[in-house]
């Protein structure tokens, strides 16, 4: 098997291959205007259906001279939002794609579009004022775009890490990350939206940033929808006497995960000598439990643990694998509930808990809520549980859109360019939820809706688009371009 090779001076560029059982094959980049992004037209629909790039360009100040602008700013942060929601998140690409039809198609121009240094200069303009003026539209744009006043609405809150490896402005060192980082915090609606999307230095104090934001969700959320009551979810960063203060007095419902200790493993000891001596009538052995209901020795979880592995490892079809896989993860799960007072908090609260019992011993887990009605079963498991879900949201901004590029020098020229991967990632999510595709990760939707090869041929009345013969989702293609 040859590699492919140029030939000929007049065919300098064309590249050929000779493959067993098969004649000459050749190749070269004389097809006309084929583009590789066929769906970006996808993402301009629903943009016009939000009015998403169209009310952001009204946040941003344009300084430059009126007689010497090529590019308009909605154009500007149209061609940046596409192209990220497409998988080309560096403003370098923008050099190459600035020629691409389809680019320029869902932008709304038949001309070249603006380079990465027209971009670069574009970003870095972001102020205070106007990542201000885009956090206020993330919540009007779910506003406006939901038909009828929810009856509850929750939501769930949560933070991740940006790593940074110059000297951005603001990036601090993270004991808990062991890194320096950006430590963006996220609020997330139940069906995926982001209501939130604050850049933070790495060191911050959680809680403060965490108050403010829910503060000014909520208060624009009942400008709107003054009678729906609000249900908030996050994990057991975000426990304290002072943020339970702060959602009671404004009527917040919450499930907040708490760290244990004694004082709660107090309360919790019964259920969990219940759930061992379960557990031990199956004929399985325990690690040893000490005060509290608490493992004596923590050597014995990782022997146990290791026990388990090896377990799964050499278990086979002639020895009952199956059989040999339930030994190895079986859990006994019982569910309670206490009243308990902090020092620090004002008054007495309810915390429900789940203890899951296995061979490796107890695995207790804490909520903190307001809530007085249901069984601590029901509340953990339907109410507290989905909030696991907002972690694959953050993953799809942080893993698919890439919203840890944050790597200008200036803080808000970084939180502007979070909010440009944000805008990317509503996109996608609006056609999703349209087409009833909700589960779908964000690089599935990107492989499968928007990489689609296109001839582009254009005339003086019309543009043509023939998308490939061959492309094998078109009809969930079709089906997410009617309900766009």
Request: glycine share 4%.
């Amino acid at each position: 098997m040859r590699k492919s090779k140029t030939i000929s001076a007049d065919k300098q560029g064309q590249m050929t291959l000779d493959l067993p059982n098969l004649r000459r094959i050749e190749q070269d980049f004389d097809g006309g205007r084929v583009c590789s992004d066929g769906g970006l037209l996808l993402l301009r629909k629903a943009d016009e259906r939000l009015d998403l790039t169209a009310m952001a360009s009204f946040a941003l100040a344009d300084k430059r001279r009126p007689d010497a602008v090529k590019h308009k700013t909605v154009d500007l942060l149209r061609q940046r939002i596409y192209a990220i929601a497409a998988g080309y998140e560096d403003c370098n690409d923008a050099n190459q794609l600035r020629f691409d039809a389809m680019h320029q198609l869902a932008v709304g121009k038949e001309s070249v579009l603006a380079s990465q240094p027209s971009l670069s200069r574009f970003e870095n303009q972001a102020d205070s004022v106007t990542n201000a003026a885009l956090q206020k539209l993330l919540i009007h744009t779910y506003v406006k775009g939901t038909r009828k006043a929810p009856r509850v609405l929750r939501l769930a809150m949560d933070t991740t890490c940006d790593e940074a490896y110059g000297r951005q402005q603001m990036i601090e060192f993270n004991g808990f990350y062991e890194t320096y980082c950006f430590a963006p915090l996220f609020i997330f609606t139940e069906d995926g939206f982001p209501l939130c999307s604050l850049l933070r230095p790495g060191a911050v104090n959680p809680i403060d940033d965490a108050i403010r934001m829910i503060k000014q969700v909520l208060r624009e959320i009942r400008l709107s929808w003054p009678t729906t009551r609000i249900e908030l979810t996050t994990d057991a960063g975000f426990a304290s006497g002072q943020m339970f203060d702060a959602l009671e007095d404004l009527g917040v419902t919450y499930f907040i995960a708490a760290a244990g200790h004694s004082g709660f493993a107090y309360h919790a000891q019964e259920t969990v000598y219940k759930c061992r001596n379960e557990f031990e009538e199956f004929g399985f052995a325990s690690p040893s439990l000490t005060k509290y209901a608490m493992l004596k020795n923590t050597k014995e979880r990782r022997l146990a643990l290791k026990r388990k592995e090896e377990a799964m490892r050499y278990a086979t079809k002639e020895e009952g694998r199956m059989q040999e896989l339930f030994e190895a993860e079986l859990h006994v799960k019982k569910y309670g509930e206490f009243r308990y007072a902090a020092r620090e908090w004002r008054s007495d609260r309810r915390v429900i808990f789940r203890v899951d019992y296995s061979m490796t011993g107890p695995d207790t887990r804490f909520v903190v809520t307001n809530y007085e009605y249901g069984s601590p079963q029901k509340i953990y498991e339907d109410r507290y549980c989905p909030r696991c879900q907002c972690e694959n949201w953050i993953k799809d901004l942080k893993l698919y859109m890439h919203s840890g590029r944050t790597s200008c020098q200036e803080f808000e020229a970084n939180q502007f360019r979070l909010f440009l991967h944000v805008f990317a990632y509503i996109l996608t999510w609006e056609i999703r939820k349209r087409a009833k595709l909700k589960a779908m990760t964000v690089e599935t939707f990107r492989l499968q809706f928007l990489k689609i090869g296109v001839l582009v041929k254009s005339t003086q009345r019309k543009v043509s688009l023939h998308l490939a013969s061959e492309f094998p989702w078109q009809i969930p293609f079709r089906i997410a371009w009617s309900e766009t």
